[in-house]
């Protein structure tokens, strides 16, 4: 569902996902307002694609599973890319 190549999610919104969430759980200021605006803007995003990508396909997965997908996907990513993260 989440596959760069040929997924009904576009590279450019998984590539912003994954850094929202690396400032989200990668923050040692999680209550700090750019925390809290990341974390806004990642569920915001999460929601979106989920509406308007995920849903007309996938009727049966609900927003909750799908954010956790992606947070799972992130994570991997993220781990993957390299990049600091201190909860991996």
Not at 14 to 19: D, F, G, P, W
Not at 36 to 46: K, T
Not at 51 to 69: D, G, H, I, N, R
Request: net charge positive.
């Amino acid at each position: 569902m989440l596959h760069p190549t040929g997924g009904i999610i576009p590279e450019e919104h998984l590539a912003r996902l994954t850094e929202l969430f690396t400032r989200i759980e990668g923050s040692s200021k999680p209550l700090s307002r750019v925390c809290q605006e990341a974390e806004f803007e990642f569920n915001s995003l999460v929601e979106k694609i989920h509406t308007e990508k995920v849903q007309p396909e996938f009727k049966s997965v609900t927003f909750t599973a799908f954010l956790s997908y992606v947070r799972n996907y992130c994570r991997t990513r993220a781990y993957k890319e390299g990049r600091p993260f201190p909860c991996v």
